[in-house]
Structures are given as structure tokens and as C-alpha cells.
């Protein structure tokens, strides 16, 4: 994704988000948490929900597009910089914080878990 307005327009295309603000910052929320944020330390990053068991492998996997300093090591969420090739992966991954939050009957309106 090259910039905040791509990161903006998947979350959207995801039921039920919005877009708010988190620390006085832009940020997509879902049931009122958020999803990704400008929060980021970089102008050239945002911040990502995943899991925890991810972050390690998406570190080790594309260190050019997935990152943390230490304020965010052991917190359910990474750094990702914007203009990398990796613009299916981090959709997928939107979507999958989408689905963290997501109710039972959201999840089965929604369909597989992405």
C-alpha cells in the first residue's frame, strides 16, 4: 500500500469499519478498536494490529515491510512501511484483525476467515 488513503480504502471495504482517530491520530476502527492507525514512530509506516504469534514471522519474512521498535515489543501490533510489494499481505492482514474483532454472526456473514 502505497500510502494511508490505500490502507484506508481496504479497511473500509471491510463491514462495519470506520475511520477515527487513536492518540489524536487518523486510525480505522472496528467495534470501536482499532484496526491500523498513523500512530507509527515513521511518517512512512502505520501501525497494524496481528497477533502476537505473527509479528515474528512477518519480521523475519519481509523486514522491508514489517518492522517494531521497542515500544512495541510484546503488544499485538507492527509497523509497516507504506510502499512495499507486499499490498496483498498486509490486506490479508487487515482483514484478519477485522476478523479478531469481529462477532460470531459477523464472522459467518463475512464468510472463511481471510
Same mark, same amino acid.
Given at each position: 500500500?502505497?500510502?494511508?488513503?490505500?490502507? =484506508?480504502?481496504?479497511?473500509?471495504?471491510?463491514? !462495519?469499519?470506520e475511520?477515527?482517530?487513536?492518540? !489524536?491520530?487518523?486510525?480505522?476502527? @472496528?467495534?470501536?478498536?482499532?484496526?491500523?492507525?498513523?500512530?507509527?514512530?515513521?511518517? %512512512?509506516? @502505520? =501501525?497494524?494490529? =496481528?497477533?502476537?504469534?505473527?509479528?515474528?514471522?512477518? &519480521?523475519? $519474512?519481509?523486514?522491508?515491510?514489517? *518492522?517494531? $521498535?521497542?515500544?512495541?515489543?510484546? *503488544?499485538? %501490533? &507492527?509497523l =509497516?512501511?507504506?510502499?512495499?510489494?507486499?499490498?496483498?499481505? &498486509?490486506? $490479508?492482514?487487515?482483514?484478519?484483525? *477485522? *476478523?479478531?474483532?469481529? $462477532? &460470531?454472526?459477523?464472522?459467518r456473514?463475512?464468510?472463511?476467515r481471510?
Amino acid at each position: 500500500m502505497r500510502d494511508w488513503a490505500e490502507v =484506508v480504502a481496504a479497511g473500509l471495504a471491510l463491514p !462495519g469499519v470506520e475511520q477515527g482517530s487513536r492518540y !489524536g491520530r487518523p486510525a480505522l476502527l @472496528f467495534r470501536g478498536r482499532m484496526l491500523a492507525a498513523t500512530t507509527a514512530p515513521d511518517p %512512512a509506516s @502505520f =501501525v497494524l494490529h =496481528v497477533a502476537l504469534p505473527d509479528k515474528e514471522v512477518l &519480521i523475519d $519474512t519481509d523486514p522491508a515491510t514489517f *518492522w517494531e $521498535t521497542d515500544h512495541y515489543r510484546g *503488544w499485538p %501490533a &507492527i509497523l =509497516v512501511r507504506y510502499g512495499t510489494a507486499a499490498t496483498g499481505r &498486509i490486506a $490479508t492482514l487487515l482483514a484478519r484483525a *477485522w *476478523w479478531d474483532r469481529a $462477532t &460470531i454472526a459477523q464472522r459467518r456473514a463475512y464468510g472463511e476467515r481471510p
